[in-house]
């Protein structure tokens, strides 16, 4: 059984660029969530997509959007990079155990704007 | 404002002693908390979960307590390994909102041989 993947490992941008993060889930899982972790939080909720659509969004502005493909893989795309925006970017894809969504995280990406 | 709080940044313990880690929550709509590890360079991995109709729950060498009322709960690591040194974030859900997860900022323990 594979696990969660995440590409790439490391990422360096400018403010202004734009920048798409990738995730492969773990087999069997159709539900893919995003988090930031800036240095010293814990993971923060960006969005969550479900069958190829968004189910879910924490307090992100637009310029955070997403894609979730027939594969269940996802995307995540940055616009109008901000120094904020510097931060470990978690994906985590989901079973559902009959009472709860138990979440599986990949490695991240950590996203350096410069 | 913070709905899930770890209050300590971190904590040092013997090998073979207790490790607790302690989390606070102010949302009442959270039903079901959880306790994730995590390694430098790795993502966090579930350790064990607990919901609101239950206080305690024991997997191996881990065990969750909640007290609802006081809206605290606790990990326990008994008897603590040098491996397990790591950083360990509670989260906290509602269900129905599709697995949206509430972390606190962590707790870095350290286990000395």
């Known amino acids: 059984e594979t696990g969660v993947t995440q590409s790439p490992t490391h990422l360096i941008k400018t403010r202004g660029q734009q920048v798409t993060l990738r995730c492969s889930s773990q087999s069997g899982h159709n539900t893919v969530s995003w988090y930031q972790q800036a240095l010293g939080q814990g993971p923060q909720f960006i969005f969550q997509y479900y069958r190829e659509e968004e189910n879910g969004r924490g307090n992100f502005p637009p310029r955070f959007s997403g894609l979730q493909f027939p594969n269940y893989s996802s995307e995540l795309n940055v616009n109008a990079l901000e120094l904020d925006d510097s931060a470990l970017y978690l994906c985590?894809?989901?079973?559902?155990?009959?009472?709860?969504?138990?979440?599986?995280f990949g490695p991240g990406t950590r996203l350096t704007v410069t | 404002d913070q709905q899930v709080k770890q209050n300590s940044p971190s904590l040092s313990v013997q090998e073979g002693r207790i490790s607790i880690l302690n989390c606070d929550y102010t949302n009442s709509m959270f039903d079901y908390f959880l306790w994730y590890k995590k390694y430098p360079a790795e993502g966090p991995t579930f350790l064990i979960s607990i919901s609101s109709i239950k206080d305690k729950n024991e997997d191996g060498r881990f065990t969750v307590f909640l007290n609802k009322s006081a809206k605290h709960l606790s990990l326990h690591i008994v008897p603590s390994q040098p491996g397990d040194s790591a950083v360990y974030f509670c989260?906290?859900?509602?269900?129905?909102?599709?697995?949206?997860?509430?972390f606190g900022k962590g707790t870095k323990l350290s286990v000395k041989p």
């Open positions: 989260a906290a859900s509602v269900t129905g909102s599709q697995g949206n997860l509430i």
């Open positions: 985590a894809s989901s079973s559902f155990t009959g009472t709860f969504y138990e979440q599986y």
